[in-house]
């Protein structure tokens, strides 16, 4: 994992996408079972359990978000 990759599993961590938190993705309820996973630039997943049928699913993080965590901070 590159240190951009990094930093922005961290990014993402403190936006809600961290291990037993729960989320609402694309219209479901989700537990999250993993920390985000960096598959590539723009292609970021986390494990997750869907709380209505209970199965096991890796869900993509919606695209808006992973381009929100990717900015730059800015310099105070």
């Known amino acids: 994992m590159t240190k951009k990759h990094a930093s922005l599993c961290e990014r993402l961590k403190r936006l809600g996408f961290a291990q037993e938190n729960q ?19 723009d ?18 993080v919606p695209l808006p978000v992973v381009h929100m965590a990717n900015r730059e901070p800015r310099a105070a």
């Open 23 to 41: 989320m609402r993705l694309y219209g479901q309820e989700f537990e999250l079972l993993s920390d985000p996973l960096v598959m590539g630039e």
């Open 43 to 60: 292609l970021v997943f986390v494990d997750a359990v869907e709380k209505k049928s209970g199965q096991r699913r890796r869900v993509r």
